[in-house]
């Protein structure tokens, strides 16, 4: 049974930074998806950004130059690193796990493709 518990998230003032950790446990595939999502009220989720079981990455238009994925195999944590923070950041924040790759570009958008969510964790900036 795979978890996912993300922490990190808090209130910032605009320009500022955060960092988004996943800590995920249940999950032994070496192949697999990993990504972030957010999501404010009255809106659907959006994909912020994904890694691969290879390393490579992908990234919303919105975020790109701002965010960070990356993950570390031995702590099992998956992390966003956001730079240059917007009001427009301001959502809850979900990492999303499933057992295959990230699939062709821009497939990793879909949150049909995920079968692992975590609680989320609000991130606010002003």
């Known amino acids: 049974h795979v978890q996912l518990v993300e922490s990190g998230g808090g209130s910032v003032q605009a320009g500022g930074s955060l960092t988004l950790s996943c800590i995920v446990s249940?999950?032994?595939?070496?192949?697999?998806?990993m990504a972030w999502y957010r999501q404010t009220p009255g809106k659907e989720r959006e994909g912020v950004a994904a890694?691969?079981?290879?390393?490579?990455?992908s990234y919303a238009d919105s975020v790109k130059g701002r965010f960070s994925i990356s993950e570390d195999h031995a702590k099992y944590t998956l992390y966003l690193q956001m730079n240059s923070l917007e009001p427009g950041d301001t959502a809850m924040y979900y990492c999303?796990?499933?057992?295959?790759?990230?699939?062709?570009?821009?497939?990793?958008?879909?949150?049909?493709?995920?079968?692992?969510w975590g609680q989320g964790t609000q991130v606010t900036v002003s």
């Open positions: 890694i691969d079981s290879d390393g490579s990455t």
């Open positions: 249940g999950y032994t595939l070496s192949t697999y998806c």
């Open positions: 999303a796990t499933e057992p295959g790759t990230c699939g062709p570009p821009g497939w990793w958008k879909l949150p049909s493709l995920y079968n692992s």
